[in-house]
């Protein structure tokens, strides 16, 4: 778990706050991820970073934009964030060569409620 | 198109007896296949994986699967349960050309009684 951390760990915000969430790899890989877990609903994929560039936007809300400054950090900016976007986000980081699935792993998490 | 169904939302057990958690799945081509496990307030962290090798892929703690494509299924099983093995597991399947994209199940939330 210590190879990928997260901060904040939670995180309370209004609907018209702008925050963001920060996630760090130590592990040396060149791929990062962001999912979206919600109560009842399976993990849904937000973005992956290739080599710092951005090759999956799945249909996230503007209101959510990444920051992949580098290899090893990985950035959410929330802002205007609606209630329903209250859920716990994770970040992912794996090692990705010529398309090889090489395995994801995962941070503890930002338990986000929106107010 | 791929898919993971994960048969049971909740599975009960008491503590030293098995545990078989269901996972299906649907996958045009060769999948690789993952369970992956969750503690309350925790990351995801990951069990095993199978990637066309052995069929029957042993992970941590004692958790096994075996990917069977007859049946298009990939059930994780662990011999006797430990109180310490109450979680949400996850089923996950992915495609070589998916370029690292998981799609994952809804989760199967496991209790241990003493």
């Known amino acids: 778990e210590t190879g990928v951390t997260q901060t904040p760990r939670h995180l309370v915000m209004g609907m018209t706050n702008k925050k963001s969430l920060k996630c760090e790899q130590h592990l040396g890989h060149n791929a990062m991820y962001w999912y979206k877990q919600s109560a009842k609903k399976p993990l849904e994929l937000m973005f992956v970073?290739?080599?710092?560039?951005?090759?999956e936007n799945n249909s996230v809300p503007s209101r959510f934009s990444p920051e992949c400054p580098n290899s090893s950090h990985l950035f959410l900016h929330l802002h205007t964030l609606q209630p329903e976007d209250s859920a716990l986000y994770l970040c992912?980081?794996?090692?990705?060569?010529?398309?090889?699935?090489?395995?994801?792993?995962f941070g503890p998490g930002t338990r986000l409620l929106v107010l | 198109a791929q898919s993971v169904t994960q048969l049971d939302s909740h599975v009960s057990v008491s503590e030293g007896t098995p545990v078989l958690l269901r996972c299906n799945y649907s996958?045009?081509?060769?999948?690789?296949l993952f369970w992956y496990v969750q503690h309350p307030n925790k990351g995801l962290q990951l069990l095993l994986k199978y990637t066309s090798a052995a069929t029957l892929v042993k992970g941590i703690n004692g958790f096994e699967a075996e990917f069977k494509k007859s049946e298009t299924s990939f059930h994780l099983t662990k011999p006797s349960a430990h109180m310490s093995d109450a979680a949400e597991y996850f089923c996950v399947v992915t495609q070589r050309n998916q370029g690292g994209k998981l799609i994952f199940g809804q989760g199967t939330e496991l209790s241990v009684k003493p």
């Open positions: 996958s045009s081509y060769s999948p690789s």
């Open positions: 970073y290739n080599f710092k560039e951005q090759t």
């Open positions: 992912a980081s794996s090692q990705e060569s010529q398309g090889a699935l090489e395995t994801q792993y």
